[in-house]
């Protein structure tokens, strides 16, 4: 079946703009994560939805970023005024529950001028 | 605060030699994953180890898990151009936490 898709693919912005990006997790699973990829750094969480409870939002760095999802299906990220700072790859992750096995997608390589 | 250290940061082999890469940690926890990321991909996860000591095999790559559970091995034989990438370890903290804390990775080049 189809994996976790992303989108855009490549996001070019400039300073100060508003970005949304897209996740669409595989069908079925019920946990959603979104971390953020820096150069030359590891994965650092952002956000984790899990059913219809209350996201874990406590890895958003700043109130520039927000996400939602819209039942167990696609969530969307978004920055507020994006700052030069917020350049990565932002990755999106589903899995089947609290099961330990995630699975990502190809990311959204943000890159703010 | 939690941290996945690893080493060696980079790495470039020939094809066949062998290599080992490190994940540790001053704590403890209660599952640790390795993953593999290739350019323009997410991460992929290989393995997912819980038990002190223990030893995981996938074709030519050997996982193990710490005694203590603070640490991690991955020894692949006889590497492979098609081993290039990004390898991550990941843990758990345990309990309810489903956050997983990542290391930096080892990026390792095999040429032919």
């Known amino acids: 079946g189809a994996g976790v898709s992303q989108s855009p693919s490549n996001k070019v912005t400039e300073k100060g703009k508003d970005v949304e990006l897209r996740c669409d997790p595989i069908?079925?699973?019920?946990?959603l994560y979104w971390y953020r990829q820096r150069l030359g750094q590891g994965l650092e969480f952002l956000i984790y939805?899990?059913?219809?409870?209350?996201?874990?939002k406590s890895g958003l760095p700043s109130d520039r970023f927000s996400a939602e999802r819209t039942g167990e299906s696609v969530s969307t990220l978004t920055i507020q005024r994006t700052q030069q700072e917020d350049s990565a790859v932002y990755l999106c992750?589903?899995?089947?529950?609290?099961?330990?096995?995630?699975?990502f997608g190809p990311g959204t390589r943000l890159t703010v001028l | 605060t939690q941290l996945l250290e690893q080493s060696p940061q980079f790495l470039s082999i020939q094809e066949g030699e062998n290599l080992t890469v490190y994940c540790n940690s001053s704590?403890?926890?209660?599952?640790l994953q390795w993953y593999r990321q290739e350019p323009g991909e997410g991460p992929v996860l290989l393995v997912t180890?819980?038990?002190g000591g223990e030893v995981k095999k996938l074709k030519r790559l050997t996982f193990q898990f710490g005694d203590a559970r603070k640490d991690s091995s991955l020894h692949i034989t006889a590497a492979q151009p098609g081993d290039t990438g990004l390898y991550l370890c990941?843990?758990?903290?345990?309990?309810?936490?489903?956050?997983?804390?990542w290391g930096l990775g080892t990026s390792l080049a095999v040429n032919p």
């Open positions: 939805f899990q059913g219809n409870s209350a996201p874990d």
């Open positions: 704590s403890v926890f209660s599952s």
């Open positions: 992750a589903s899995s089947l529950g609290a099961a330990p096995t995630q699975y």
């Open positions: 180890v819980v038990t």
């Open positions: 069908s079925g699973h019920t946990a």
């Open positions: 990941a843990a758990f903290g345990g309990g309810n936490n489903r956050k997983l804390i």
